[in-house]
Nanobody, 122 residues
Framework: QVQLQESGPGLVKPSQTLSLTCTVS??????????WSWIRQPPGKGLEWMGA???????YYSPSLKSRTSISRDTSKNQFTLQLSSVTPEDTAVYYC??????????????WGQGTQVTVSS
């Protein structure tokens, strides 16, 4: 059973950089054809896809967040990390890491972390 676990500070001050790590168990982040993503859900709103890092190490970002987002990985620790710069209270959300693959032309999510609440406040 693949497990994903988010970790990081629950409170970030405005203008600072939010940094979260997803630790993956029972699967390698370099295994062919899997993508490792970050998704968030602000209070009272729907899910927002932020970006992903592929098994190759290539990264993909949401156009609306691209200027502030960076996703990287540490293959020795089997972890991938999200950094979101210049945060504002609008970045307050539950942040999830999740794995997906592309099957039959469709993006299919198969494993998710439990999510971690991040609040942006002074």
């Amino acid at each position: 059973q693949v497990q994903l676990q988010e970790s990081g500070p629950g409170l970030v001050k405005p203008s600072q950089t939010l940094s979260l790590t997803c630790t993956v168990s029972d699967a390698s982040i370099t295994t062919n054809y899997y993508y490792w993503s970050w998704i968030r859900q602000p209070p009272g709103k729907g899910l927002e896809w932020m970006g992903a890092i592929a098994y190759t190490g290539n990264t993909y970002y949401s156009p609306s967040l691209k200027s502030r987002t960076s996703i990287s990985r540490d293959t020795s620790k089997n972890q991938f990390t999200l950094q979101l710069s210049s945060v504002t209270p609008e970045d307050t959300a539950v942040y999830y890491c999740a794995r997906f693959f592309i099957g039959q032309g469709l993006v299919q999510y198969d494993y998710w972390g439990q999510g971690t609440q991040v609040t942006v406040s002074s």
